[in-house]
């Protein structure tokens, strides 16, 4: 009777199980990610597209509030969400590389590769790895959607304009311009995402005082909440300047200028100070994003049968 209760639900039964550590539990997993990341970027398009604009401008608006109601009152409320198809698109392919080959790298490089290594070790290695190849997915999309957002009037209204229009005046290179910042950005970001959040989950059931597998999935995933924003606090500052430095040079690069250049260039205009433009707002903005997407993931985990991330 449970298993057609089961079936009915979608949710896999014990004659059904998926295997853990398996190509369909990889799978699933990237799926997981997907749901996680593509969604919740999206959903925070008004915060991103204010924290991009001011960065590029830090004088154009005086506040986050002033933002929006200019927004809103010259471009609708069509305009605050402006960029979303490309936030949407990319963030759910770096959703995918992220989720799912932190799962595999985490795997390989802990049960097969490294066996004694020490775990935040192969959970800064496996997150590394896993978010330099989600990039490669991301890029393009990003390059586009910081381009709509931050140039006034804009680059291009839709993605696919901004793609024809990328591609056309500089190549499909012209999409991948900012990849060396992108990692210098993402990476430090992810590894100090997932690793923070593992030992973060795994102190929480250390001082509630019973192993993770006594709590109910509820509690599990609720751990999981929390434990997310504990990471996204810490990644959001780790990662802003060059966050920063991406939006720049995505709205800000001469033809033809080199990266390292370009770089220096922009550093010399806006100084140190200006590294750290509207980083109130991204942490607000990664913290509560960083938290609902290991709500999102763990609760899928759940819904598969599968374990929650940490607390092991």
């Known amino acids: 009777m449970a298993g057609k209760v089961q079936q009915k639900l979608g949710v896999p039964s014990a004659e059904k199980k998926i295997e ?3 190509g369909t539990y990889f799978g699933a997993c990237t799926l997981g990610g997907i749901i996680a990341c593509g969604p919740t970027h999206t959903a925070v398009t008004p915060l991103d597209l204010v924290k991009c604009r001011r960065q590029v401008d830090a004088k154009l608006y005086k ?16 305009g ?7 936030t949407f698109v990319g963030y759910s392919f770096q959703g995918a590389g992220k989720y799912g080959a932190y799962e595999v790298f985490k795997y390989y490089y802990g049960e097969k590769l490294f066996p004694n290594a020490p775990k935040t070790i192969v959970y800064l290695g496996a997150s590394a790895t896993a978010e330099a190849i989600a990039d490669v997915f991301l890029c393009p999309f990003e390059a586009i959607k910081v381009r709509m957002q931050t140039t006034l009037p804009p680059f291009a209204n839709s993605l696919r304009e901004g793609w024809s229009k990328v591609v056309k005046e500089e190549g499909f290179g012209g999409l991948y311009k900012g990849l060396y ?12 995402k997932f690793a923070t959040f593992e030992s973060a989950v795994n ?12 709590y109910g999935q509820l509690a599990q995933t609720g751990v999981s909440f929390l434990g997310g ?10 990662s802003h300047p060059a966050d920063v430095m991406v939006s720049k040079l995505n709205a800000d690069r001469k033809a033809g200028e080199g990266a390292g250049a370009a770089i220096s260039r922009i550093y010399g205009n806006i100084g140190f100070k200006g590294l750290w433009n509207g980083l109130p707002v991204r942490i607000a903005m990664i913290g509560t994003l960083t938290a609902f997407q290991w709500l999102i993931y763990d609760s899928f985990k759940v819904y598969m049968g599968f374990p929650t991330t940490g607390g092991h």
């Open 20 to 22: 853990l550590y398996s």
């Open 63 to 78: 506040s986050n509030f002033q933002a929006w109601s200019t927004i809103a009152r010259t471009e609708g409320i069509r």
């Open 80 to 86: 605050i969400f402006f960029g979303w198809a490309p």
């Open 181 to 192: 910042p992108l990692w210098a950005r993402q990476i430090p970001y992810t590894m100090v």
């Open 203 to 214: 102190e929480i059931y250390r001082r509630l005082g019973k192993p993770k597998e006594e």
């Open 229 to 238: 924003y504990i990471a996204g606090i810490g990644c959001a500052v780790v």
